[in-house]
C-alpha cells in the first residue's frame, strides 16, 4: 500500500498562489501514473486538474491550462502543483493520486480556499 500525504493548501487572494506537495511513502519509480484531482464544492465527484504518466508529458484540465504546473521530485519523493492566478473556482479539496500495481491510491486531501 501506498501512503501518500498532501499538503500546502490554505487561503489565498484572487490572483494569488499556492504550491501543493504530496509526499509519497515510495520510490516513484515504480509508479507509471500520477496526478492531482480536486473535488469542488458544487461537486461531489473529483474531477482532473493535472497528471503525468512516467517519461511522458503533462496533461491539464482545460479551466487550469497556463496557471497550474505539475511537476515531480524524485529525490524527494514529492508530487507538486504549483499554482498560480488563482481563481474563486479553484476553490476546492485537492488530491493527489498514484497508479501502483494497478491499484489508484489517493491521500486524504488538502483544502484550497480562494477568496477576497
Known amino acids: 500500500q501506498v501512503q501518500l500525504v498532501e499538503s500546502g493548501g490554505g487561503f489565498v487572494q484572487p490572483g494569488g498562489s499556492l504550491r501543493l506537495s504530496c509526499t509519497v511513502s515510495?520510490?516513484?519509480?515504480?509508479?507509471?501514473?500520477m496526478g492531482w484531482y480536486r473535488r469542488t464544492p458544487r461537486k461531489s465527484a473529483r474531477e482532473l486538474v493535472a497528471?503525468?504518466?512516467?517519461?511522458?508529458?503533462?496533461k491539464y484540465a482545460d479551466s487550469v491550462k497556463g496557471r497550474f504546473t505539475i511537476s515531480t521530485d524524485d529525490r524527494e519523493n514529492t508530487i507538486n502543483l504549483q499554482m498560480s492566478n488563482l481563481k474563486p473556482e479553484d476553490t476546492a479539496v485537492y488530491y493527489c493520486?498514484?497508479?501502483?500495481?494497478?491499484?489508484?491510491?489517493w491521500g486524504q486531501g488538502t483544502q484550497v480556499t480562494v477568496s477576497s
Open positions: 497528471s503525468i504518466f512516467s517519461g511522458g508529458q503533462p
Open positions: 515510495i520510490n516513484m519509480f515504480s509508479l507509471k501514473y
Open positions: 493520486t498514484v497508479l501502483y500495481r494497478r491499484t489508484n491510491c
